[in-house]
T-cell receptor, first 113, second 111 residues
Framework: GAGVSQTPSNKVTEKGKYVELRCDPI?????LYWYRQSLGQGPEFLIYFQGTGAADDSGLPNDRFFAVRPEGSVSTLKIQRTERGDSAVYLCASSVDSNQPQHFGDGTRLSIL | AQRVTQPEKLLSVFKGAPVELKCNYS??????LFWYVQYSRQRLQLLLR??SRESIKGFTADLNKGETSFHLKKPFAQEEDSAMYYC?????????????FGTGTRLKVLA
């Protein structure tokens, strides 16, 4: 079956713009995670969903970042008023349930000019 | 503070030599430990988890709670083991799970 799918694979935009990053998890996976990975660093936890609700959003860096998962499947990470420091690879992962091994997508490479 | 530490950014070994990728963690509780691997041009994927106590692709990792370590070992490295390796933990804190990754170690296996 299909793995975790993330779109777009690359996004280049100007400082101050709004961006949306999409994640399609593996069918049936109830837990979904967003991470941010900067060059030379490991994945940095942002938020995770159990079903439709955000179980933990403590990793979101500030209120410009928001994520939704309205039907418990697809999730969208939204970034308002983008800044150059937001440039990174944004990874999505899903798992059968919390605390189970995570399956990662290929990531979205976001570049803010 | 909760953290995962991988002290080596790069580890180079010759083919057939033993490999040990170090991972130490700090966590107030009983976390679950994982190793993830990312081969060139591929996505991050699970290599092994401590509760499975399996050997995957010849790699093993033992959780040492006394030393708070979860080092990854392989007795004889192969060229196809060259990749980026991340140690990670998950643990339940205040009713929710925390997920923390290390900064990764790049393993290069030389012919």
């Amino acid at each position: 079956g299909a793995g975790v799918s993330q779109t777009p694979s690359n996004k280049v935009t100007e400082k101050g713009k709004y961006v949306e990053l999409r994640c399609d998890p593996i069918s049936g996976h109830t837990a979904l995670y967003w991470y941010r990975q900067s060059l030379g660093q490991g994945p940095e936890f942002l938020i995770y969903f159990q079903g439709t609700g955000a179980a933990d959003d403590s990793g979101l860096p500030n209120d410009r970042f928001f994520a939704v998962r309205p039907e418990g499947s697809v999730s969208t990470l939204k970034i308002q008023r983008t800044e150059r420091g937001d440039s990174a690879v944004y990874l999505c992962a899903s798992s059968v349930d919390s605390n189970q091994p995570q399956h990662f997508g290929d990531g979205t490479r976001l570049s803010i000019l | 503070a909760q953290r995962v530490t991988q002290p080596e950014k790069l580890l180079s070994v010759f083919k057939g030599a033993p490999v040990e990728l170090k991972c130490n963690y700090s966590y107030s509780g009983s976390p679950e430990l994982f190793w993830y691997v990312q081969y060139s041009r591929q996505r991050l994927q699970l290599l092994l988890r401590h509760i499975s106590r399996e050997s995957i692709k010849g790699f093993t990792a033992d959780l040492n709670k006394g030393e708070t370590s979860f080092h990854l070992k392989k007795p004889f490295a192969q060229e196809e083991d060259s990749a980026m390796y991340y140690c990670a933990l998950s643990g339940r804190t205040s009713g929710t799970y925390k997920y923390i990754f290390g900064t990764g170690t790049r393993l290069k296996v030389l012919a």
